[in-house]
């Protein structure tokens, strides 16, 4: 974690504290020895990726006797 005092840093560019926290590394920002602020980059759980990958494979299943189903299945509609 890098962390930065205000007092020693008063002109930082925040486009480059961003281009740190996307390469993962997290920032914090004192003034006085306190911690103000803190930027960290967001971890997106893997949760997630999967919960998509499963809704990607879900297909509804069509009801037997549906006209509008068999239409689509014969290319007639």
Same mark, same amino acid.
């Given at each position: ?13 925040? +486009? %480059? #504290?961003m281009r ?13 020895g306190a /911690?103000?602020? *803190?930027?960290?980059?967001?971890r997106r759980?893997?949760?997630? +990726? %999967? #919960? ?16 509008? /189903?068999?239409? *689509? ?5």
């Amino acid at each position: 974690m890098t962390v930065l005092e205000l007092t020693q840093h008063p002109h930082m560019d925040l +486009a %480059d #504290l961003m281009r740190q926290v996307e390469a993962g590394e997290p920032i914090e920002i004192q003034r006085d020895g306190a /911690v103000v602020a *803190r930027l960290e980059p967001v971890r997106r759980g893997r949760l997630t +990726a %999967d #919960l998509f990958a499963g809704r990607r494979t879900m297909q509804s299943r069509p009801y037997p006797g549906n006209s509008v /189903v068999d239409f *689509r299945q014969d290319e007639r509609f």
